[in-house]
């Protein structure tokens, strides 16, 4: 299912040794380096990144030349976002929530236990107030941010046990990341951050009990279901995965304003594409998964669910008190949206998914 193709795609890309050249300019043309944190060719990630450097390349009428480097090739996934602000590289595509070592105020740009969806993650930033915190905090790193894409409703995981009380979860070694990690850490589960490559082969040595990574249409390409046949939702770690566009703040700054909007606007124009996609070739994942693959679909148990809930408002409730006054302002600008768009949406996108559910012939 997709797995073979990019695996060998990906397994060519080692770490350059050669030293980076410094960006090109000449006649008004910029030759630039997009460093990413996913395998080339990965379905979602992999490719939403490509998809941008195509669409800067094209919006800036290729007075902007994105070349993409997959993780690996000229820096490690894990290493885009220091690439960028050293300048190594002009820009990257990955998720906030990798960079939590940096600040954990980061991660809430990019997914929030028990959050914000994948529209009300965009309204937060757009009308919200969080597009100015989030340039607030990135510009500390010398980075100007943009969201371009988000994977939707993640799952909760893949596991190799049937999961029925909190006291399943105590103990259990579990990949995720951002502040899902410190949501499940709170209830005892042993949570490890790794790659989708690194966790399949954990899942496999047995090293891993179980892991959640993204999303069918992503999740069946990393062959996860050959290893762990329980597959969980709801994923109420990530309810949505904003994926961002981080550009090196003095490459930025020195492009001419209609560049600057070229790049915003290939951002911006790229956010419903890549999460329709993602919607749509999950649920056809989905389908091929239980039908083909034997995967068991099941529920998270509502206690477990309470718990976790419980977990993550004590994960915000240190946010709120964080030493850092940045990271206080825009935990307050994220809750304060949350609570609002929540109660709307009891009357709105609730009210229409609990009238479709019904029985009626359509």
């Given at each position: 299912?997709?797995r073979?193709r990019?695996l060998?795609?990906a397994a060519?890309?080692t770490?350059?040794?050669?030293?980076?050249a410094?960006?090109?300019?000449?006649?008004d043309k910029?030759?630039?380096k997009?460093?990413?944190?996913?395998?080339?060719?990965l379905?979602?990630?992999?490719?939403?990144a490509?998809?941008?450097?195509d669409?800067?390349?094209a919006?800036?009428?290729?007075?902007?030349?994105?070349k993409?480097?997959?993780?690996?090739?000229?820096?490690?996934?894990?290493?885009?976002f220091d690439?960028v602000?050293?300048g190594?590289?002009e820009?990257?595509?990955?998720?906030?929530?990798?960079?939590?070592?940096?600040?954990?105020?980061?991660?809430?740009?990019?997914?929030?236990?028990?959050?914000?969806?994948?529209?009300?993650q965009v309204?937060?930033?757009?009308?919200?107030?969080?597009?100015?915190?989030?340039?607030?905090?990135?510009a500390?790193f010398?980075?100007?941010?943009?969201?371009?894409?988000?994977?939707?409703?993640?799952w909760?995981?893949?596991?190799r046990?049937?999961i029925?009380s909190?006291?399943?979860?105590?103990?259990?070694?579990?990949?995720?990341?951002g502040l899902s990690?410190?949501m499940?850490?709170?209830?005892?589960?042993?949570?490890?951050?790794?790659?989708?490559?690194?966790?399949?082969?954990?899942?496999?040595?047995?090293?891993?009990?179980?892991?959640?990574?993204?999303g069918?249409?992503?999740?069946?390409?990393?062959?996860?279901?050959?290893v762990?046949?329980n597959?969980?939702?709801?994923?109420?770690?990530?309810p949505?995965?904003?994926?961002?566009c981080?550009?090196n703040m003095?490459?930025y700054?020195?492009?001419?304003d209609?560049?600057?909007?070229?790049?915003?606007?290939?951002?911006?124009?790229?956010y419903?594409?890549?999460?329709t996609?993602?919607?749509?070739?999950?649920?056809?994942?989905?389908?091929?998964l239980?039908a083909?693959?034997g995967?068991q679909?099941?529920?998270?148990?509502?206690?477990?669910m309470?718990a976790?809930?419980?977990?993550?408002g004590?994960?915000?409730?240190?946010l709120?008190e964080d030493?850092?006054?940045?990271?206080?302002r825009?935990?307050?600008?994220f809750?304060a949206?949350?609570?609002?768009v929540?109660?709307?949406m009891?009357?709105a996108?609730?009210?229409?998914?609990?009238?479709?559910?019904l029985?009626?012939k359509?």
């Amino acid at each position: 299912m997709q797995r073979r193709r990019f695996l060998q795609t990906a397994a060519a890309g080692t770490v350059a040794s050669t030293a980076l050249a410094a960006p090109a300019i000449a006649q008004d043309k910029r030759e630039w380096k997009m460093v990413t944190a996913w395998p080339k060719n990965l379905p979602g990630p992999g490719v939403a990144a490509q998809m941008l450097a195509d669409r800067i390349t094209a919006l800036s009428g290729g007075r902007i030349e994105v070349k993409l480097f997959a993780a690996g090739e000229l820096v490690p996934g894990r290493g885009v976002f220091d690439a960028v602000s050293e300048g190594t590289a002009e820009l990257y595509h990955a998720v906030p929530a990798y960079w939590g070592s940096k600040s954990k105020g980061i991660l809430l740009f990019g997914s929030q236990p028990f959050g914000l969806r994948a529209d009300e993650q965009v309204g937060w930033l757009a009308h919200g107030g969080g597009q100015a915190l989030y340039d607030e905090m990135y510009a500390r790193f010398d980075i100007k941010p943009f969201l371009c894409g988000n994977s939707g409703p993640q799952w909760a995981g893949w596991f190799r046990d049937e999961i029925n009380s909190v006291d399943d979860l105590k103990g259990l070694r579990f990949r995720t990341a951002g502040l899902s990690s410190e949501m499940c850490a709170r209830i005892g589960m042993a949570v490890q951050a790794m790659g989708g490559r690194d966790m399949f082969q954990a899942l496999q040595s047995g090293a891993l009990d179980a892991g959640e990574f993204i999303g069918p249409w992503t999740d069946s390409a990393l062959g996860f279901y050959q290893v762990a046949k329980n597959y969980y939702w709801p994923g109420v770690g990530e309810p949505s995965s904003a994926e961002e566009c981080g550009v090196n703040m003095a490459a930025y700054n020195e492009l001419p304003d209609d560049l600057k909007q070229a790049v915003a606007y290939a951002c911006e124009s790229l956010y419903n594409p890549v999460w329709t996609e993602y919607t749509t070739k999950h649920a056809q994942a989905l389908q091929q998964l239980v039908a083909e693959q034997g995967v068991q679909v099941k529920k998270l148990p509502d206690d477990v669910m309470v718990a976790l809930g419980n977990a993550a408002g004590e994960v915000m409730a240190e946010l709120r008190e964080d030493d850092d006054e940045l990271v206080r302002r825009i935990t307050e600008s994220f809750l304060a949206y949350r609570e609002s768009v929540s109660n709307y949406m009891v009357y709105a996108d609730n009210g229409q998914m609990n009238a479709r559910a019904l029985d009626y012939k359509y």
